[in-house]
């Protein structure tokens, strides 16, 4: 009733990037609030990654500023906003090739390690406690995801959608509060899919994490968000429940086009 | 994970027990020896850098240079106007300690330029870092050919027969340990994660710009201490010592023993030494068959094929559970 609303998790406001003339993204606002599961879609070239990107700070917004847990993020370079509580996939899966899937998980926890060079070299015994407890927890989220099996293996000879879960678990094992997934179902086929959204909510529901997806496969979206924000030609075009973007004209005809039947149909009864 | 401070303990020993038996091996092993182990540093070192970090340098030489020049001025001027009286050639190992402060001022002198050449360039990749290393290290002989305190181009000489076994196979062995404990490790999966995807790396929360400043700053200071193992080695320096080409013949030695791989770079080092030990007699075809033993390596890569095998003999060394560079 009286209740303010919670203050949100992220909050972008009125960001654009531009390239030169080029403008990826104009005046687009974003709420996420904690543990929120939102859907990002939009057609192709609609400014999904270069939202992320500014996001995750690996470009500046050229207008508009970005608050993670009411903090601005202007400013902070990728790595830094990872330990603020940011962490994310990519859409072209980055993986260290030349370590094993262990060793992948592994380096998530190097930002909060409590041993530096000097205990390394050393190898005292707190040394060695940390990598007992690293190597337990890194084991544990293998576990849970169900990449155990593999953990010794190459990252890179793992299936194309064992890959993409390797990603998430590494992400995941940076502790984030909010994960940003850049369409993680690319590439996969249905059962892969349907394992993939049973992966999604389990984030959610066990690590209370936020997660803000960008994904082309509409059962996937429609399947799991509780809210979708449409993104075209760089700017927002709606945002709301699954429902009331799947029924809204002006994203058919985003995805559509304007004179096809079914938008203008909708159009004419409105 | 054994603790390879095993390793280490028998390395040292070696070191010991081969400078005890110093008075039965002739003059020239003895040569050949020392300059195999400085080499094996300086190849570990640059490891660090172009094997585990990926980030490729030219100056390798330039720190060793800075090693050099910094022991020889302290040994040849500081220490004998500070303890005038002292006796500074014991036959013992203790009566030698006071190298032990020398080697690692040396090391230190080539940290400090390393983190600042590091410091700026490093945020530049691969080409462009190359130049700038490139560009360090000749800023480095030449400077040191137009200051004349330290000699100029004629170089410094008479420098003390400081270097002996002890040192040489005590701090290869220090470098070794150093750098696997460094590598295997969760801190170490840094350098491999900034290697293998700078972008990735800086996602996970990884701060490649330290990382990479970290291995060049280790790499630096590791050369330094082998530039004045050198320096007290063969009594004389001169800036043209450590010009571009002693660079190249370090990256050679990395590249023949794998990238990444600690234990095959320091073979890939001692061969390379007794390939040029044995060269010696063709006289002026030295280069030509030296330049095609090279292309032999690199097409059989003996060093790369040794080294898992020798590394089950080393006690505490985790055997590699996947070829790396495979994807």
Known sequence: MGNPEPPPLLEAKNCSL???????LTDVSLRINEGELVGLIGPNGAGKTSL???????????????LFDGR???????????????????????????LDVRMNVRTSFIARLRNGLVHTVRRGRLFRREEGEIHEE??????????????????RSLPYGDQRRLEIVRALATKPRLLL????????????????KSLISRIRTEFGTAVLLVEHDMKVVMGICERIVVLDQGRVLCSGTPSEVRSDPKVIAAYLGESHPVARHREEAT | MKNPRIALAGGLAVAVILQSCSGWVDPYTTQVILFAAINVILAVSLNLVMGETGQFSLCHAAFMALGAYTSALLTGKALPFLLPHCSWTGTSVASQLWFLPVLIAAGVVAAIAGFIVGGPSLRLRGDYLAMVTLGFGEIIRVLLQNTDAVGGARGMEGILPATNLFWVVGAAALTLYTMISL????YGRGFHAVRDDEIAAAAMGINTTRFKVTAFVIGAFFAGVAGALYAHAVEFISPEGFNFLRSFEIIVMVILGGLGRPVGVAIAAVLITLLNEWLRDLSQYRMVVYALIIILFMILRPTERLAPYLRRLIPGVKKRPTPHGKS
């Open chain 1, 18 to 24: 531009r390239f030169g003339g080029i403008a990826a």
């Open chain 1, 52 to 66: 992320f990107n500014i996001l995750t700070g690996v470009y500046r917004p050229t207008e508009g500023e970005i």
């Open chain 1, 72 to 98: 601005s993020t202007a400013g902070m370079p990728p790595h830094r906003i990872n330990t603020i509580g940011v962490a994310r996939t990519f859409q072209n899966i980055r993986l260290f090739a030349s």
């Open chain 1, 138 to 155: 890194g084991t544990r989220l293998l576990a849970y995801f169900g990449l155990e099996q593999a953990a010794s293996h190459p990252s």
């Open chain 1, 181 to 196: 997934l850049d369409e993680p179902a690319a590439g996969m086929n249905p059962t892969e899919k349907e394992a993939l």
């Open chain 2, 183 to 186: 590598v295997r490790s969760t």
